[in-house]
C-alpha cells in the first residue's frame, strides 16, 4: 500500500467493488455446490437402480447350497502319536 492516505471516495470505491467481487465469489460458490449435490444425486440414483437390478435378479434365481466348511474331521494335525 502507499503511504499516501486515500480520500473518501475512494475509499468508497474500494468498498464497492470488494463488495461486488465477494457477492460474484459467492454466486459461484453457490453454483458449485449446486453442481455437486446433483452430481451426488445422480451418482446416488445410479447406484440405487443398480441395487435394485441385482435384489430383482438375485429374487429371480435360487441360493445355491453352500457346502459347510470346517466339517473336516481330522486335518492331519493334532492327535497322532510318534
Known sequence: ?????????ELKEIRLNRKLAQNAEGIKAMADI???????????????????????????????PRSKAGSKKNSGKGNRLE
Not at 35 to 63: N, V
Open 1 to 9: 500500500m502507499s503511504d499516501e492516505e486515500k480520500s473518501a471516495a
Open 34 to 64: 449446486a453442481a455437486a449435490d446433483l452430481a451426488i444425486r445422480k451418482r446416488t440414483a445410479h447406484l440405487r437402480a443398480l441395487r435394485l437390478a441385482k435384489e430383482a435378479a438375485d429374487r429371480d434365481k435360487p441360493a445355491e
